[in-house]
Structure formats: structure tokens, C-alpha cells
Nanobody, 121 residues
Framework: QVQLVESGGGLVQAGGSLRLSCAASGSISSINYMNWHRQAPGKQRELVADISSGGSTTYADSVKGRFTISRDNAKNTLYLQMNNLKPEDTAVYYC???????????????WGQGTQVTVSS
């Protein structure tokens, strides 16, 4: 199977920066797209950023110009660099990878455990 471990969340003041990481391990045959979602209290979960296997990226309008998604295919690791953080960025952030495990015919989504990001004003 495939396991994801997230790290890098924490408490930061508005205007500060954080870098989230999501390391995938296990019996991985291939990884397709990878993305970050977030869910704030009382709000629906939203897609923050996405990166394809070829490196193409997309972002939610609310984070464009402030967040950068990247991946290290050699390490099976996904990153999210978050700059100029705002209080409204406060949420639990989840990584998702679409991967095919060894011995599996199809790829599926795997979710990280979530990491809390809190931005104080």
C-alpha cells in the first residue's frame, strides 16, 4: 500500500511563510497528479493547488501569487511553499496523490493525515 506523511504546519503571523511537505512511501508503481486541499472550520474543503506528473500547476484564485506547489519525483515528495500568509489561510491542509500501487491495475487517490496551519493577525 501507499502511505503519506505530512509535515511543516504550525503557527505563524500574518505575512509570514511556511513550507508543507508530503512524503509518499510504500509499494508505489507510479504517481500521477498530486495536490493540496484545505478545510477551515465550518467551511467546505477546497482544492488549493495541483501539479501534474509533467509539472503543470494550477492554483485557487485565493492563493495565486502567494503559494507555490512543487514535487520531487525522485523522493516521491510533494511541497507547498506558502508566502505572505493571511488569517484566512488558517485551515487543516491535506495532501493527495493519485498513485498506482504495485500489483494494482488502477491508480487511486491517497490522502495525508492533515497538518494544521494557523495564521494570526
Amino acid at each position: 500500500q501507499v502511505q503519506l506523511v505530512e509535515s511543516g504546519g504550525g503557527l505563524v503571523q500574518a505575512g509570514g511563510s511556511l513550507r508543507l511537505s508530503c512524503a509518499a512511501s510504500g509499494s508505489i508503481s507510479s504517481i500521477n497528479y498530486m495536490n493540496w486541499h484545505r478545510q477551515a472550520p465550518g467551511k467546505q474543503r477546497e482544492l488549493v493547488a495541483d501539479i501534474s506528473s509533467g509539472g503543470s500547476t494550477t492554483y485557487a484564485d485565493s492563493v495565486k501569487g502567494r503559494f507555490t506547489i512543487s514535487r520531487d519525483n525522485a523522493k516521491n515528495t510533494l511541497y507547498l511553499q506558502m508566502n505572505n500568509l493571511k488569517p484566512e489561510d488558517t485551515a487543516v491542509y491535506y495532501c493527495v496523490i493519485n498513485a498506482r500501487a504495485r500489483g494494482s491495475t488502477y491508480a487511486r487517490n491517497y490522502w495525508g493525515q492533515g497538518t494544521q496551519v494557523t495564521v494570526s493577525s
